[in-house]
């Protein structure tokens, strides 16, 4: 997929798309109710010359949120913050040393709220190579990249489910060569993947 074609079908996807989504999709009788933590992501796109990729993170074991969980560089959109895009670039600077000045900010996929009470704004960036990283050793594990191809395809797209709370919870999954992509960061996918197959 083209710069060109990303760019066309996330302006189209923006008057198309729900105005929020969350883990509620697949579980309709559990849709979180406010309040809710405002946060951001950055959901960064690298464009490669073998194609396009998504890079993403695998979060440290000794965190007490999400331990071992991979993710979008974000997290809570702090007072400072202008808007969702400042807190994104900042969260990107801070847990991967990416510098805001290789991004271009090209928009935004639906608010997606979770049942632990956030509300996230995934922001989408274009990022241009080279550009370096650098992990927060207390946040950040690893950092790798996924082709947007994988994440295209709808058979990449599983819907899992375990019992939480005496109940079955549904949820997406990407399972790319060993990593294990689930919950909101791969519910997020789903969103950007449908966009972009319009």
Do not use: C
Not at 70 to 98: C, H, K, Q, W
């Amino acid at each position: 997929m083209t710069r060109g074609e990303i760019l066309r079908r996330l302006s189209e996807g923006a008057f198309i798309r729900p105005d929020d989504r969350g883990d509620h999709d697949l579980n309709p009788g559990m849709r979180p109710e406010p309040p809710f933590t405002a946060a951001a992501v950055l959901v960064p796109l690298v464009e490669r010359e073998q194609g396009v990729t998504v890079l993403l993170t695998k979060r440290t074991d000794h965190l007490p949120d999400h331990p071992g969980q991979i993710s979008f560089p974000g997290g809570r959109i702090d007072p400072d913050d202008a808007d969702p895009e400042m807190a994104a670039l900042r969260e990107a600077r801070e847990e991967v040393g990416l510098s805001s000045d290789r991004v271009e900010l090209i928009g935004r996929l639906a608010t997606y709220r979770t049942r632990t009470g956030f509300e996230i704004t995934p922001v989408v960036g274009l990022v241009t190579p080279p550009f370096d990283v650098a992990p927060d050793p207390h946040e950040v594990a690893e950092i790798f990249e996924v082709p947007l191809a994988f994440l295209l395809d709808p058979a990449n797209a599983q819907r899992h489910s375990r019992i939480w709370k005496g109940m079955e919870r549904y949820f997406w999954v990407f399972p790319y060569a060993n990593y294990y992509i689930w919950g909101a960061t791969a519910g997020m996918l789903v969103n950007l993947a449908q966009v972009l197959r319009r």
